[in-house]
T-cell receptor, first 112, second 112 residues
Framework: DTAVSQTPKYLVTQMGNDKSIKCEQN?????MYWYKQDSKKFLKIMFS???????INETVPNRFSPKSPDKAHLNLHINSLELGDSAVYFC???????????FGNGTRLTVT | GEDVEQSLFLSVREGDSSVINCTYT??????LYWYKQEPGAGLQLLTY?????DMKQDQRLTVLLNKKDKHLSLRIADTQTGDSAIYFC????????????FGTGTQLKVEL
């Protein structure tokens, strides 16, 4: 039913921990993305994958590592979490490059 | 540059029209998008326009694009309380890997 689904919806963890956010799309899209929305609602791209191949890698700390086991999944693993990582992380997909993005409902990460 | 700007707040009465404005600086934009974000929810694609178009209408939504002035607007006719949300404009450009640059978002409040 849900086109782009992310789990978990909420994630509360302590500084220094390692956590993962999973994303799956059932739209048959070739391209998937991770965006970060900060406390001021500003949205910025982190990564994008096209057919499991990394095509965009913005200036993101190495602690963030995306993994795409197949074109329907794009997971985000974060090592050594810091307070500044607290944000809402959105997964998205598109049919191909330069077509509209469809977003998931977001994962609210709180680092304490 | 890649700046996309919007006014932060807009308040309208139910039944009136809402006009949300957006200005961008990148003249190589190909697609321009409007997304809606309700509290605690993801980003819903409302509509989009290709850069060689001036206008696009979809039911209560009208998008106007002035490419010379790099100005995009979204008009919502007969605004309802359910339209209360944050509205984001975003641009993408050819060869950019579908990296969307988002505006700061406009909080629309619909009053009875």
């Amino acid at each position: 039913d849900t086109a782009v689904s992310q789990t978990p919806k909420y994630l509360v963890t302590q500084m220094g921990n390692d956590k993962s956010i999973k994303c799956e799309q059932n739209l048959g899209h070739d391209t998937m993305y991770w965006y970060k929305q900060d406390s001021k609602k500003f949205l910025k791209i982190m990564f994008s994958y096209n057919n499991k191949e990394l095509i965009i890698n913005e200036t993101v700390p190495n602690r963030f590592s995306p993994k795409s086991p197949d074109k329907a999944h794009l997971n985000l693993h974060i090592n050594s979490l810091e307070l500044g990582d607290s944000a809402v992380y959105f997964c998205a997909s598109s049919q191909e490059i330069e077509t509209p993005l469809h977003f998931g409902n977001g994962t609210r990460l709180t680092v304490t | 540059g890649e700046d996309v700007e919007q006014s932060l707040f807009l308040s309208v009465r139910e039944g009136d029209s809402s006009v949300i404005n957006c200005t961008y600086t990148d003249s190589s934009s190909t697609y321009l998008y409007w997304y809606k974000q309700e509290p605690g929810a993801g980003l819903q694609l409302l509509t989009y326009i290709f850069s060689n178009m001036d206008m696009k209408q979809d039911q209560r939504l009208t998008v106007l694009l002035n490419k010379k002035d790099k100005h995009l607007s979204l008009r919502i006719a007969d605004t309802q309380t359910g339209d209360s949300a944050i509205y984001f404009c975003a641009e993408s450009k050819a060869g950019g890997g579908n990296k969307l640059t988002f505006g700061t978002g406009t909080q629309l409040k619909v009053e009875l």
